[in-house]
């Protein structure tokens, strides 16, 4: 494997903000102890429809469909955590925390950031 994986970013990201906007939102209507707000939905709707947008106008070729459900998993979880951190009664967090981890760290193997070097380029320094 030699160089970037080609995976783009804009639709990462927004699958990001739907996973916590979506979560926000179920929050929203079903926790008692969050006050109602309508942001949250309009963001749901805002950002599911920029992210539908994007993936008609341009295809999501290689690791681009995996790194965007990886990415939409790591926004319902991590605000799942910091919901749970918010409001201890809710209950413990620990299960969200490792499991946003574990994506994180797939989605970074995946997009290729915790890559490892070569070994040809190691050997020629």
Same mark, same amino acid.
């Given at each position: 494997m030699s160089g970037k994986k080609n995976v783009r970013r804009k639709p990462i990201l927004l699958a990001l903000l739907v996973g916590l906007c979506g979560n926000a939102t179920l929050a929203t209507l079903s926790v008692s102890e969050l006050a109602f707000s309508v942001f949250p939905i309009i963001s749901l709707a805002l950002a599911a429809y920029v992210l539908y947008q994007e993936y008609l106008s341009a295809p999501m070729e290689g690791d681009t469909p995996v790194c965007t459900l990886l990415s939409f998993l790591v926004g319902v979880f991590g605000?799942?955590?910091?919901?749970?951190?918010?409001?201890?009664? %809710?209950? &413990?967090?620990? $299960?969200?925390? %490792?499991? &946003?981890?574990? $994506?994180?760290?797939?989605?970074?193997?995946?997009?290729?950031?915790?890559e490892r070097p070569e070994p040809e380029a190691e050997a020629q320094k």
């Open positions: 605000y799942s955590a910091f919901l749970r951190t918010q409001f201890p009664e %809710m209950g &413990t967090n620990y $299960l969200s925390v %490792m499991i &946003t981890l574990v $994506l994180v760290i797939w989605l970074a193997i995946k997009m290729g950031v915790a």
